[in-house]
Structures are given as structure tokens and as C-alpha cells.
């Protein structure tokens, strides 16, 4: 069997079985809560430059930030799109917040996993963060990005 999750990492960290068994866990999860099991995700570990320019580019804002998704729409492809995390931003929050940096990046996992399979937390009536805490107490990480900013 193929791996779900592809890897693209970028930067020093080095990436864990246990840690990856992980992602692929909470992949199949939320996939299977949604009728999509056949599909797969792109994940791009980055520095903040690298996320900036991805940000500046693709949404006109000149900053770094922690995560970006890009759904691919299509019934041809197994692929439902891309998620890229800055490294640099993660390591920030989770020592801010004082938890691992793998806590961190599973929970900017889920939360561009959501936005890929068409959650929109700007635009919803709270079924993104409500999804997203589900996931999160099912996995026993730390609260989210949306859960601390609401």
C-alpha cells in the first residue's frame, strides 16, 4: 500500500515514524468521515521565507504565517491538494504555548486538512473549529489555532 501523505521537507527537522503514523491516522479519520478514502495530501515542510513567499504570491499578504492549504479540485486525481507548514512559525507557538513542535504541526495538520476538504472557518458558522476540536480530543493534542482565538 501506498503512503497517503507525501513528504516534502524542506528543512532540518527530521520527520518520525511515529510522528508520520500519526498524521496518516488523523488522515484517515477525517477522510473517512468524508466519503474520501481513495485520496491522498501533499504536506511541504518550510522555513518562514519560503511560507511568505507562498503567502505573498497566492494571498497578497507579505508575512510569514503557520499554515496554507491549496485544495486540487479534482475527480481525476487522487490528490486532494497541498498543505504547507512553516517549521520556523510552529517552533514559535509551541514554545510559546509550551507543547512539542509535533503537537503543533498535527494541529496545523488537521486544521489544513479541514480547509482542503472545503471547511472555511472565515466563512462558516463554527463547523470548522467544531470539526477541528472533535479531532483534537480524539488525538489528545493541544488546543488549536481557532480554539485559542475564540
Given at each position: 500500500m501506498f503512503p497517503k501523505i507525501d513528504y516534502h521537507n524542506q528543512t532540518n527537522y527530521i520527520l518520525q515514524k511515529h510522528f508520520c503514523d500519526l498524521l496518516e491516522q488523523i488522515f484517515d479519520k477525517i477522510l473517512q468521515?468524508?466519503?474520501?478514502?481513495?485520496?491522498?495530501c501533499e504536506v511541504l515542510l518550510v522555513d518562514n521565507a519560503t511560507i511568505q513567499s507562498f503567502n505573498k504570491n497566492h494571498r497578497n499578504k507579505d508575512e510569514a504565517t503557520d499554515v496554507l492549504s491549496f485544495p486540487l479540485e479534482s475527480e481525476f486525481s487522487p490528490?486532494?491538494?497541498s498543505i504547507i507548514i512553516s517549521l520556523d512559525y510552529a517552533q514559535a507557538?509551541?514554545?510559546?504555548?509550551?507543547?512539542?513542535?509535533e503537537d503543533e504541526i498535527a494541529l496545523l495538520f488537521?486544521?489544513?486538512?479541514?480547509?482542503l476538504i472545503g471547511f472555511d472557518h472565515e466563512k462558516d458558522e463554527g463547523e470548522h473549529r467544531i470539526k477541528e476540536e472533535e479531532l483534537i480530543y480524539l488525538f489528545?493534542?493541544?488546543?488549536?489555532l481557532i480554539m485559542r482565538n475564540s
Open positions: 468521515d468524508s466519503n474520501l478514502t481513495h485520496k491522498q490528490l486532494i491538494g507557538v509551541a514554545n510559546t504555548l509550551e507543547h512539542s513542535l488537521i486544521h489544513g486538512i479541514l480547509h489528545n493534542l493541544p488546543q488549536s
